[in-house]
């Protein structure tokens, strides 16, 4: 293998990643025409992008390729499992400089890969770019197998608010890497590498789950969106949400309450929905809140009052 993406040239950087995937049942055909084929059995097909910015979303010094390459997929599967839908597929936009070395972009499509035989889902294809700039766009494909889509609006007064997944930890490991450390390991792992609960998705649409999202930008800003959509409010139980010890012994080291990550740290991508009261959750789905009727205070409440701090991650804040 030569050494640097532009030694390999375009056409020999597609061969080495498309060699490296693997394909499941609803890719029917993947890399190599002009254009992929996808089996959509529900013939309504779910889809969602998004791209990661070198120096915005991940820093090399901090991830490894391999690390961006399973949190790109993790950040697009969580979407369309938000959804109710099953991921099928994913599609890889990728842009990278002349001079980086060849090894960078097959470790990043290994990750990729690896993330998608956890949710599921097969590479269906995609394109590469030279650019100043390393980017990352992947678009993932999901089916919803008859079910109707869960989307934001459907949250009613009297709906329970449940989470499955984590929620801070990936703001705690952001912290314990900014300030040069690499420990504790398992929240700077869950930085690197979130892990969605895919399957929560589907099987919380199975449940009657009347509004669901993925936490992404944080829990304050990702249920503000459904309180929107839904025209309600939502009141969070601060009690309820679960702060580990070692959560709490980051935040005493550098100095942050760990109940603001847990509100406004996003890129957990745990999952978020509201049930109708008489629902019976099984133990993995935590009941952390509660819809009420809209009124003069903010669309989502912390213990009855309003938040008055950032809600969580905007793209476009300094």
């Known amino acids: 293998m030569k050494g640097s993406v532009g030694e390999l040239g375009e056409f020999g950087l597609i061969r080495e990643l498309t060699s490296r995937i693997t394909s499941t049942p609803a890719v029917r055909l993947g890399p190599g025409d002009d254009a992929a084929v996808v089996a959509a ?95 990352v766009s992947i678009t993932a494909l999901g089916d919803l197998r008859n079910r109707e889509p869960v989307t934001r609006s459907g949250a009613r007064p009297g709906d329970l608010v449940a989470v499955t997944g984590w929620l801070g930890w990936s703001a705690a490991g952001h912290a314990v890497l900014a300030r040069g450390f690499r420990s504790p390991r398992a929240f700077v792992e869950a930085h690197r590498r979130p892990e969605p609960p895919y399957r929560e998705g589907p099987a919380g649409a199975a449940l009657g789950a009347t509004a669901m999202t993925d936490v992404s930008d944080g829990l304050i800003a990702d249920l503000g969106h459904v309180a929107r959509a839904s025209k309600v409010r939502i009141d969070i139980f ?6 580990p010890a070692q959560m709490k ?70």
């Not at 499992?81 to 060849?102: F, N």
């Not at 601060?238 to 702060?243: N, Y």
């Open 238 to 243: 601060s009690a309820a949400l679960d702060i």
């Open 41 to 135: 059995p529900d013939r309504r097909v779910v889809a969602t992008t998004d791209i990661l910015l070198e120096g915005r979303h991940f820093r090399r010094d901090w991830s490894t390729a391999y690390d961006v390459g399973r949190k790109a997929a993790a950040q697009n599967l969580a979407d369309i499992a938000a959804m109710g839908a099953e991921p099928t597929a994913v599609l890889l936009g990728l842009v990278v400089p002349a001079e980086l070395p060849v090894t960078w972009p097959t470790e990043l499509m290994d990750g990729i890969r690896d993330e998608c035989d956890v949710a599921g889902a097969g590479v269906a294809g995609g394109d590469v770019v030279r650019g100043d700039t390393i980017t």
């Open 249 to 318: 012994d980051i935040g005493q080291a550098v100095g942050v309450d760990p109940l603001h990550w847990v509100l406004t740290g996003g890129e957990d991508h745990a999952l978020i929905a509201t049930f109708p009261p008489d629902t019976k959750l099984p133990a993995r789905w935590r009941v952390i809140g509660e819809v009420l009727h809209p009124s003069a205070l903010p669309r989502v409440t912390v213990d009855d009052a309003a938040w008055d701090k950032a809600a969580g991650w905007d793209h476009f804040a300094p």
